[in-house]
């Protein structure tokens, strides 16, 4: 079991000082109230007053008591001294010695008066801590290092005082350890004595094609066409058929129970096979736990690929159909369009004969013909291309059947009309020739009902019904109103919310962590109050705002914010940067990656598929090839070296398929990110307390299934984007790979819950496509501030609470009043949703789709919808009144576009498209991307923060908010192309740093 969970820097640094506390850390930790000090003021001289009250803050602050004064930040002596009337220069030079009776005494008095304990002494503190460690591992969290910090806050938080990190570190192992044993013991008791022998007879060794046959149960699929489906639809039905379906244990987290399933679907055989009893069963018990899950999601996924291919040829098809016809069209509009001015013209048509007279200037025959053209050609709107379709059928309706009657669905209440227009097809035997006057109806959409129903609403053609209720389907499984059963990625999305005794026993604690009252009526009283006070407050100034002004543009007010202008660049940062630039170092690609290696430790994050550390010499070069292939889409072509052992093609094949995955890539970018925070120059450019999101587009492989079209994007090909979060810090936190251009709202809250770094931004930005009322409220109930920019301020819609409150310029604007009503019948489950999405029960992105539905949407999405608006409008009260919230916001999205560019240089193979066609090597690659990004950002701040002391230990001055404006994402001087070495100077082992650049020096290479 391992026992080092803590990379170096990160076990220096906890438990002590790294930086003076912030004013807030000051104030929170370090005030002495009234009961404090008249404790403290019974010791004689300040000497013993100010050590005693720096052993009691530092105590709560840090868990442990400083081991001389010069661990201790003069800010807080400054600030103890100031209230405790001594001087900040009193001698602590012995007060610390542990074996002196003074800080014994001291110490003990903490401990007895102020409540604080040792670990090693409360058996019961032991017990607690154990039981929350056990139920945060059990609940999805695995990461020891995460585990370690966060019990180092759970013991802060319960005033006992810390032991030795390495105490912690073994705890936290041997709780891991205890945890993964329970899951396995339980995964193997829901297996029946006929399943449990089934599986021990995959791993006999004279019976190999056993395993090759599971092999083949467990293979996603590989391309976008029909035969594949086919296939994998077989291979759904085999795993039916080979009758090993149990049902999972109750109890057992779904995200442990996937991410045991994900190791058995990707190892080799022999690799499970080499896994040490009860692991290897279990491993095995979770892949046939979630097989038919995965199933149905890859046969539903490619299901909705093919169709919407389907249609989009269709309607490519009507098109070009469409164009050659307009030069007929054309013609006969102009025939129409004369025998019109001949009825609307004076005088041209007697009211007597006037048939006789227009036919003698246009021939009956003439108009006839051109109406005929217009009612073959013209289409209303809006239209589906049914004629093509039409031509589509038999590809259509076989694929369609087996959709059908093959795929297991669920329908939510949203869902329920479609349900019974599939189930009654599915009652039909031939959906071209049966009468179906009597199908259900409600489902079909309104573009379709033109050809599906007559005016009795009856169905006239049942092609059309079919087709109709394909239309339907792929909406509503977009929506998940329709859901695979059962189902992971295309699972139920209402699955996993707190319900019954699990909710009730959850309630405060989720309260407690949201920080929100369950009751409704406080809550909503000071967000009534909050609204109030905000529209007088911004109405008050609107006359003195330069940049606000509210305008009346066809018939109604609109508000205008003026622009923000470029931030111009003072003489002292342009030349700041210039002498930066110069003096950081040039490198390579791989000089980078494997000095940040050195320095972070994060080759250790990158474990086998069997969670083993790698045992091969030279890993860190051959695991620094591997990433660098991905990362700049190269391969492994440029890389390999026959005569080195750690850069030949098999073990650069080996490491990536063994080594390279989601949640390693993820460890790595968590320790990145650690180390980053902790250079002091991080903190000029923010506190990490803000993020960003957006998306980085790549064309896809037209075979992808993985991938969507946008034309604006993507051209006449399929492509995906990288959606991905930055901190202040320019730090990348998370990302996901979408298909085509989705709705960005669906993904940010999920970016936001999901990252596991040590930084919890508390507001996050993004481009104003990212943005509905019900992200608002479920950001605000999740404990987050959600702040989008608004391109179209002048069309956002402004609501009140007040209806009779006057609101000056404001009030004709406001006209929308919030169902104060609706929030608070359903503020219970709002909490109950916010709570299951706090602790990982529910997937923010598919409750994103659930919540989003404009025609049909539930009640608690309305409520969340009317919870938005409020905060909704909080945000832009906020954002047309204070120009340096816009300017923060602005800031920090063009450091993504930033982040973006440097990432099209590092990604520059194969023109930078993916040509991965899989979702798990798309996730692959762009998760290396982000490393890689990463990786250049935080060697980039290292090499700034030792120019900006260079050039100060020369004497110049530098000003901070200059500081503040450097960016560390810059390139010219790193070389991602040409041949790639892999090997550091000595110096560079040994921890030191490169000298600097010779400024005079060019960067070309």
């Avoid at 093919?306 to 309607?315: G, I, P, Y």
């Avoid at 063009?894 to 899989?918: S, V």
Wanted: glycine fraction near 6%; charged fraction near 25%.
């Amino acid at each position: 079991m391992p026992t080092r969970h803590l990379n170096d820097d990160l076990r220096n640094t906890l438990g002590r000082f790294t930086a003076d506390p912030t004013p807030e850390q000051l104030a929170r930790y370090f005030h002495l109230d009234r009961s404090d000090l008249d404790i403290i003021r019974t010791l004689r001289g300040d000497r013993n007053r100010l050590g005693c009250a720096i052993l009691l803050c530092s105590a709560r602050f840090l868990g442990i008591f400083p081991r001389s004064k010069e661990d201790v930040p003069q800010g807080v002596i400054v600030s103890l001294c100031g209230q405790l009337d001594c001087t900040p220069d009193t001698d602590l030079s012995s007060y610390f010695n542990r074996k002196t009776q003074t800080f014994k005494r001291h110490s003990f008095l903490v401990r007895d008066k102020f409540g604080f304990t040792e670990f090693g002494n409360s058996g019961f503190a032991y017990f607690r801590l154990c039981r929350w460690l056990y139920s945060q591992y059990w609940s999805g969290e695995d990461q020891p290092g995460l585990l370690v910090e966060r019990a180092v806050s759970w013991l802060v938080t319960n005033k006992i005082l810390l032991p030795g990190i390495s105490t912690l570190e073994r705890l936290v192992g041997h709780i891991r350890e205890r945890a993964q044993t329970r899951l396995w013991h339980r995964l193997i008791a829901g297996l029946t004595n006929e399943q449990h022998q089934r599986i021990a007879a995959l791993f006999q060794e004279n019976d190999p094609a056993a395993f090759v046959a599971l092999d083949a149960l467990r293979t996603a699929p590989k391309k976008r066409a029909s035969t594949e489906f086919f296939r994998h639809l077989d291979r759904l039905d085999a795993v039916r058929a080979f009758d090993m379906r149990p049902i999972p244990p109750k109890g057992v987290p779904a995200v442990s129970l996937e991410r045991l399933a994900r190791v058995a679907r990707t190892s080799k055989p022999s690799a499970i096979a080499a896994l040490q009893e009860p692991r290897r069963t279990a491993t095995v018990a979770a892949l046939f736990y979630t097989l038919e899950a995965t199933a149905q999601d890859d046969v539903t996924e490619l299901a909705e690929a093919l169709l919407a291919d389907l249609v989009r040829d269709a309607e490519a098809a009507n098109n070009r159909t469409r164009l050659r016809s307009l030069r007929d069209l054309d013609d006969a509009a102009l025939v129409l369009s004369e025998m019109a001015l001949f009825v609307i013209s004076e005088n041209r048509l007697p009211l007597n004969d006037w048939q006789e007279v227009l036919f003698e200037n246009l021939p009956r025959s003439q108009i006839e013909e051109a109406m005929g053209k217009v009612a073959a050609i013209a289409r209303p709107t809006p239209s589906r291309p049914y004629d093509e379709l039409r031509l589509r059928w038999r590809r259509t309706r076989r694929l369609f059947f087996n959709i059908t009657t093959r795929i297991e669905t669920g329908s939510a209440p949203g869902g329920k009309d479609l349900a019974k227009a599939v189930s009654y097809l599915k009652s039909k035997q031939d959906w071209s020739r049966a009468t179906m006057r009597d199908a259900p109806t409600r489902a079909i959409p309104k573009p379709w009902r033109q050809y599906v129903l007559d005016q009795n609403g009856q169905v006239i053609d049942p092609k059309a019904y079919v087709f109709a209720t394909i239309d339907a389907w792929r909406s509503a499984l977009k929506r998940r109103d329709v859901f695979a059963k059962p189902g992971i990625r295309y699972g139920d999305p209402r699955l996993g919310m707190l319900e019954g005794s699990r909710w009730q026993e959850a309630k405060a604690m989720v309260c407690r962590s949201l920080g929100r009252s369950f009751d409704a009526t406080t809550e909503l009283n000071k967000l009534s109050d909050l609204l109030d006070k905000a529209y007088r407050r911004v109405a008050d100034r609107v006359p003195n705002n330069p940049d606000l002004r509210i305008e009346n543009l066809e018939g109604k007010p609109r508000i205008i914010v003026t622009p923000l202008d470029r931030l111009e660049e003072p003489d002292s940062l342009k030349e700041l940067r210039r002498m930066v630039h110069a003096l950081v170092p040039k490198a390579g690609i791989t000089d980078i990656f494997l000095e940040v290696m050195a320095r972070t430790g994060f080759a250790k994050a990158f474990t086998h598929l069997s969670e083993r550390q790698a045992r091969v010499e030279g890993f860190e070069i051959s695991l620094c090839a591997a990433l660098i292939a991905q990362g700049c889409n190269v391969g492994f072509e440029p890389l390999i070296r026959p005569d080195i052992p750690a850069l030949r093609r098999s073990r650069l094949s080996w490491i990536s398929q063994n080594f390279i995955r989601p949640e390693t890539i993820s460890a790595a970018n968590a320790l990145i990110i650690s180390a980053h925070t902790r250079l002091p120059i991080t903190a000029h450019w923010g506190s990490g307390e803000v993020a960003s999101a957006d998306g980085m587009r790549f064309v896809a492989p037209s075979s992808a299934i993985h991938a969507g079209p946008n034309p604006k994007y993507f051209g006449q090909v399929r492509g995906i984007t990288w959606y991905n979060m930055i901190s202040d810090q320019f730090g990348g936190l998370g990302a996901t790979v979408i298909p085509g251009t989705l709705r960005d709202s669906l993904t940010v809250l999920a970016l936001q819950l999901e990252q596991d770094s040590e930084l919890e931004p508390l507001e996050v930005m993004t481009d104003s496509a990212a943005y509905s009322d019900a992200i608002f409220g479920l950001f605000w109930l999740l404990g987050y501030q959600f702040s989008p920019r608004l391109a179209d301020i002048g069309g956002a819609k402004l609501w009140r609470i007040d209806k009779n409150a006057d609101y000056g310029p404001f009030d004709e604007i406001a006209d929308g009043t919030v169902n104060l009503q609706l929030i608070s019948e359903n503020w219970g489950d709002l909490i109950r949703l916010a709570g299951s999405l706090k602790l990982g029960h529910l997937k923010a992105a598919s409750v994103m789709r659930m919540l989003q539905i404009k025609d049909r949407p539930t009640t608690l999405a309305k409520a969340l919808s009317q919870l938005g608006r409020i905060i909704k409008t909080l945000h832009i009260l906020r954002y047309v009144d204070e120009r340096p919230f816009r300017r923060r916001i602005l800031t920090q999205l063009n450091r993504q576009e930033l982040r973006h560019k440097l990432g099209r240089r590092i990604h520059h193979g194969e023109r930078g498209e993916i040509r991965k066609p899989m979702r798990q090597g798309q996730e692959e690659q762009l998760g290396v991307l982000g490393l890689a990004l990463n990786a250049v950002t935080h060697w980039n701040a290292i090499y700034m923060q030792e120019a900006l002391q260079c050039i100060s230990n020369q004497g110049m001055n530098v000003d901070s908010v200059d500081i503040a404006r450097l960016s560390p994402i810059f390139w010219r001087h790193i070389n991602f192309l040409g041949r790639y070495e892999f090997a550091l100077p000595e110096n560079v082992r040994r921890g030191e740093l490169r000298p600097l650049n010779d400024p005079s020096s060019e960067y070309d290479f």
